[in-house]
């Protein structure tokens, strides 16, 4: 069958209002300007736009039409993505605040979050979006490293005050540790990776922390090993009901966001027949 045409994608323009570091390794941005006023209404917590980079040594900056450089130069100059969290968006401001997990000097974004400066604008593609905390399930499991927690702190803001909430987050140490709302039966669980591999220590603490009841909504996010783990706690030690669990990669140990991309379908192939081999 023929490859059916790429639908363009419509990409917005984001300028630099305002930067603040929360801990020594992560800042937020808060962003401005006219297209923002053109996004739709944000219904989700986890909602997330593609930011767009010239790859390194292009000789091309923002504002620049994607849909043109990839029509009209090589595969290795057209622009690449990143995924970032919407943390909050004010509709009446058009304003919109990102947190970036700076990372060393690895990569495009952190480096960039790192830093930019106010008046800097930079592209990008979405929003997309697929989850929110139902105020009417009876329990919730929150659970990120650094790169999830901006969703998990949107979904604790978003909880009803008496909702309750078992929340895991994954930081390097104590310093990283950044507020976040609490309801009145919240049950924050701060984990301090230290020297151990991202992911490992936080999908400990949640597995000591014990079976979720029944009917628990669960966000679980972060690195790819994370996830696998906690996969398999959930729907195969627990048999938790899937269709509460939000729970997928949103990075991999020593790969760019382009080659987790690019082998994610693979990941996740993997690891769903292994569940599969598992439960059989
Ligand atoms: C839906 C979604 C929402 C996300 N929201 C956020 C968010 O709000 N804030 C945020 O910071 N990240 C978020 N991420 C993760 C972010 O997209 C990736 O971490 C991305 O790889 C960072 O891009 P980069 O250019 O900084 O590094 P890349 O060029 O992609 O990677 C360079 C190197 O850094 C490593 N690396 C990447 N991320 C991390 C990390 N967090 N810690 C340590 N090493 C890392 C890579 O494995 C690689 O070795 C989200 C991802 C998804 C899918």
Redesign the pocket.
Known sequence: MPDRPRKARQSRSATVIGKEWLSPGMVRLHFGGEDLRALPELTFT?H?VKLLFPPSGADYRWPFDPERIRSERPAAEWPVT????I?SFDPVAAEMA????V?GD?????PWAASVEPGDSIGFFGPGGAYAPSPAAPAHLLVGD???L??VAAALEALPEDAAADVYLEVADEDHQVPVRQTSRTRLIWVHRGDRP?GAPLAAAVRDGGVPATGTQAFVHGNAELVKDLRRFLFVDHRHDRKLVSISG????????DG?QSSKREFNDQMESEEQAALT
Not at 106 to 110: C, E, Q, R, S, V
Request: aromatic letters at 22%.
């Open positions: 986890d997330y990143r995924t970032y969290t943390r990102i947190d970036f997990v990372h690895a990569g495009l974004a952190g650094e790169a999830a901006p969703a991202y949103y990075w991999r140990t020593g790969l760019d966001e987790w």
